[in-house]
T-cell receptor, first 114, second 112 residues
Framework: GAGVSQTPSNKVTEKGKYVELRCDPISGHTALYWYRQSLGQGPEFLIYFQGTGAADDSGLPNDRFFAVRPEGSVSTLKIQRTERGDSAVYLC????????????FGPGTRLTVL | DAKTTQPNSMESNEEEPVHLPCNHSTISGTDYIHWYRQLPSQGPEYVIHGLTSNVNNRMASLAIAEDRKSSTLILHRATLRDAAVYYCILRDTGGATNKLIFGTGTLLAVQP
């Protein structure tokens, strides 16, 4: 079946611009996670949704980062006033529920801020 | 969050077994041990998990020390496709979010 998909696969933007990154989880998965991975590092947790609500946003680095999941399926990660330090691969993962043993990851969106 | 320690890199030959170690001396009673791997230019992929007993699945085996302060991921016959970064992660089952806390992992190189 279809896995987690993320669009775009690559995004190049200029410093100060606004970007949106989209995640389509596996159908029926209620839990959705966003991670960020910098070069040479492991993924870093950003935010977790259970259904439509953000149950844990403790990993968001600052208030320029925001994410929504209005209908409990697709999620959008929004970054305002992008900075060069925001350049990374943004990964989305979903799982059937919050206590599921396995998270299914998408291929990621590579964001480059010039 | 409990931390894990893994070697930065390891090398193996194709068709040979690989033992990837992980130390987690501060593990708590409610922590599960999870392994994920990340192939080049892909998102992480679940490999295996366990609590106390050794576990086997189609991808690998997980050997957990009796005191749970360390574990070893075993790939029985390495293939070129197994070249990846392997992450050992502790997941707190008592937590509310099930988030994964990744370290830097072990980069496994497989030689033909």
């Amino acid at each position: 079946g279809a896995g987690v998909s993320q669009t775009p696969s690559n995004k190049v933007t200029e410093k100060g611009k606004y970007v949106e990154l989209r995640c389509d989880p596996i159908s029926g998965h209620t839990a959705l996670y966003w991670y960020r991975q910098s070069l040479g590092q492991g993924p870093e947790f950003l935010i977790y949704f259970q259904g439509t609500g953000a149950a844990d946003d403790s990993g968001l680095p600052n208030d320029r980062f925001f994410a929504v999941r209005p209908e409990g399926s697709v999620s959008t990660l929004k970054i305002q006033r992008t900075e060069r330090g925001d350049s990374a691969v943004y990964l989305c993962a979903s799982s059937p529920g919050p206590s599921s043993n396995e998270q299914f990851f998408g291929p990621g969106t590579r964001l480059t801020v010039l | 969050d409990a931390k894990t320690t893994q070697p930065n890199s390891m090398e193996s030959n194709e068709e040979e077994p690989v033992h990837l170690p992980c130390n987690h001396s501060t593990i708590s009673g409610t922590d599960y041990i999870h392994w994920y791997r990340q192939l080049p230019s892909q998102g992480p992929e679940y490999v295996i998990h366990g609590l106390t007993s050794n576990v086997n699945n189609r991808m690998a085996s997980l050997a957990i020390a009796e005191d749970r302060k360390s574990s070893t991921l075993i790939l029985h016959r390495a293939t070129l496709r197994d070249a990846a970064v392997y992450y050992c992660i502790l997941r707190d089952t008592g937590g509310a979010t099930n988030k994964l806390i990744f370290g830097t992992g072990t980069l496994l190189a497989v030689q033909p």
